[in-house]
Nanobody, 124 residues
Framework: VQLQASGGGLVQAGGSLRVSCAAS????????LGWFRQTPGKEREFVAA????????SYADSVKGRFTISRDNAKNTVSLQMNRLKAEDTAVYYC??????????????????WGQGTQVTVSS
């Protein structure tokens, strides 16, 4: 599975931003996709995940109610809509893939595939 993230940028606090990830590979439609983020000096942390069907989603407490993950299996893409952004959301965002959403929630060491990161900067 290959993952290619895009859509990062600079936004003011309270604003919105959408990041997307294009997935390719033979098994991409049968695996869970998700997002992690990382700031300098900190471990990569789980943000959100979505099952292969799109029916099951999972979020970190810090983004619940503000971020929405979705996927389009026809286009093999996963997106993260980020609303009411805060300065502490500033990070490099990475898309990831694993067998299940539960696997993604276990943390970065459990994810099987990674895309390159995309920078999201929220100015306060």
């Amino acid at each position: 599975v290959q993952l290619q993230a895009s859509g990062g940028g600079l936004v003011q606090a309270g604003g919105s931003l959408r990041v997307s990830c294009a997935a390719s590979g033979r098994t991409v439609r049968s695996i869970a996709l998700g997002w992690f983020r990382q700031t300098p000096g900190k471990e990569r942390e789980f943000v959100a995940a979505i099952s292969w069907s799109g029916y099951k989603t999972s979020y970190a407490d810090s983004v619940k109610g503000r971020f929405t993950i979705s996927r389009d299996n026809a286009k093999n893409t996963v997106s993260l809509q980020m609303n009411r952004l805060k300065a502490e959301d500033t990070a490099v965002y990475y898309c990831a893939a694993a067998h299940t959403t539960a696997t993604l929630r276990l943390g970065p060491s459990s994810s099987d595939y990674w895309g390159q990161g995309t920078q999201v900067t929220v100015s306060s």
